[in-house]
């Protein structure tokens, strides 16, 4: 993500301080879904690894139990939206009901403090922004897989993740059928090859 982007908004976290151990963060957008979730579950259970799930508000309520698989196996969910909508494209009153009914749903799974959201599309406005870390750690990235995109091969989408990543990346991933193809030859072979180096994978 460019520089600039970044100083426009100071409340987004884009990265985690490096580590000893080296630390990733990986983090999957839009599910839970029970054709994909589970599989990412089992995936980071191979590697002792934990993880954070942006969840669709709608997701939720309709699969309920994903996300409580998702929780017992000790990783976090956060807020990505009740519908998937885009800062830039929905009134600023509508945007913030769009989170509290996704948070809503969460708070009933998952008591916290200050949750977590982040923007869907990476989408939001300065304004926006500052309301909303009020109530949310707003959390970006620093690399973005593009598991999502049925033109990018997965290999293509493994080198560059791997050539990208470095300590404290937070990394996204997508737990959605559009990504099924890249995110099922991508991640175990991710987990695998941070493994070997001495990674440890950590939720935010």
């Known amino acids: 993500m460019p520089g600039l982007v970044r100083q426009l908004f100071p409340e987004c976290r884009w990265q985690m ?6 630390t990733l963060y990986l983090t999957f957008d839009d599910g839970p879904i029970p054709e994909e979730t589970p599989f990412v579950v089992e995936q ?7 993880g954070t799930f942006f969840c669709v508000g709608d997701n939720l309520r309709r699969h309920p139990t994903v996300a409580r ?11 990505h ?3 998937h909508i885009s800062g830039w494209s929905h009134p600023r009153a509508h945007y913030l009901r ?4 996704c948070q809503e749903l969460l708070s009933a799974l998952q008591p916290e403090a200050r949750p977590l959201l982040r923007p869907p599309y990476g989408r939001i406005t300065p304004p926006l922004a500052r309301e909303l870390n009020r109530t949310h750690q707003l959390i970006m990235w620093d690399i973005l897989t593009c598991d999502y995109d049925p033109d990018f091969a997965p290999e293509a989408c ?10 404290g990346s937070i990394v996204v991933f997508h737990d959605s059928l559009k ?3 890249n995110l099922r030859y991508v991640l175990p072979r991710y ?8 990674y440890q994978f950590a939720a935010l």
């Open 17 to 22: 301080p490096a580590t000893t151990p080296p």
């Open 44 to 50: 980071l259970a191979r590697f002792n690894a934990k």
């Open 69 to 79: 698989l998702v929780l017992e196996a000790g990783h976090r969910l956060a807020n």
């Open 81 to 83: 939206t009740y519908h």
């Open 98 to 101: 769009d989170v509290a009914q």
């Open 158 to 167: 493994l080198a560059t993740a791997l050539r990208l990543s470095r300590p």
């Open 179 to 181: 990504a099924s193809r």
């Open 191 to 198: 987990l695998e090859h941070f493994a070997e180096r001495g």
